[in-house]
């Protein structure tokens, strides 16, 4: 089993005089998918403002690859390997889909392209579009590309927040079947998601956060076997 690549030990986080998250304690191996499972307002866009460092924390600490993020801003927890996908698909909707690709790539002409290349294979569906404009491509084409931008930066975990938002259940199960193949590729994911069932069903292990705090954790397989999760959140 690998260590952790990100590890929250304890993490607290407010707006103001508002708690949101409550002493939280989370781990995602660098060769794994995890789930940040919860109703609207649990706390998981939180937790990922807060791993970014978006969103000081008034408690606990956050590591990244072995190192105390504390103070670190952040564009350097970029720079250290932190992709962040936030809710609401936000690609250029005048650049291509080549183009969108292109701007968020962090290293040279040859492996933009080399990027560019394997992200087509990941998603045909965007080679498929390369050349339509951003604002052309549908809800779910437009989550990829989000997603692919994200990765063009060849981060070593991926803040993916509520990527289902808004898409259907075909394009929501085309989008996630996408999560191991990104891991696979050598990106571990914290994938926050509303859509129990299919993350359970991606991801290897999942945390349920109820008003910022986290009340079960576990093997995805069987969480989604356990009676009060299915009764919770899968309608059983
Ligand atoms: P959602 O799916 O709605 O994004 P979430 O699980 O991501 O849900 P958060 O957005 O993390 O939940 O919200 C956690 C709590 O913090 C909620 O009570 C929410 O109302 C509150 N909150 C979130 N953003 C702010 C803000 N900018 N100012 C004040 N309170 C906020």
Redesign the pocket.
């Known amino acids: 089993m690998s260590t952790p690549i990100l590890r929250l030990d304890g993490l607290s986080a407010s707006?103001g005089q508002?708690a949101?998250l409550h002493e939280a304690t989370i781990e995602v191996r660098a060769d794994e998918a995890v789930a940040l499972l919860?109703a609207?307002?649990?706390?998981?866009?939180?937790t990922m403002k807060t791993i970014m460092g978006l969103l000081k924390p008034v408690a606990g600490r956050i590591e990244f690859d072995g190192r105390d993020l504390s103070g670190v801003a952040t564009f350097r927890r970029a720079r250290l390997g932190i992709a962040y996908c936030p809710?609401g698909r936000r690609v250029f909707p005048g650049m291509t889909v080549r183009e969108n690709l292109e701007v968020a790539s962090n290293t040279d002409g040859a492996g933009t392209h080399r990027r560019v290349a394997a992200l087509f294979e990941m998603f045909p569906v965007l080679a498929q579009r390369e050349k339509a404009l951003g604002w052309q491509l549908s809800g779910g084409q437009q989550q990829m590309l989000a997603i692919g931008r994200a990765l063009m930066s060849a981060p070593r975990l991926l803040l993916l927040d509520?990527p289902s938002l808004g898409l259907s259940p075909l394009l929501t199960n085309e989008v996630l079947d996408r999560v191991r193949a990104i891991v696979g590729g050598g990106t571990a994911i914290l994938l926050?998601e509303?859509n129990v069932g299919k993350a359970l069903a991606v991801c290897h292990r999942a945390y349920v956060?109820q008003v910022?705090r986290v009340v079960r954790q576990g093997a995805a397989a069987e969480l989604a076997r356990s009676d009060d999760i299915r009764a919770a959140f899968l309608g059983a």
């Open positions: 707006y508002i949101a919860g609207n307002g649990a706390g998981k866009s939180t809710e509520e926050a509303q956060l910022g």
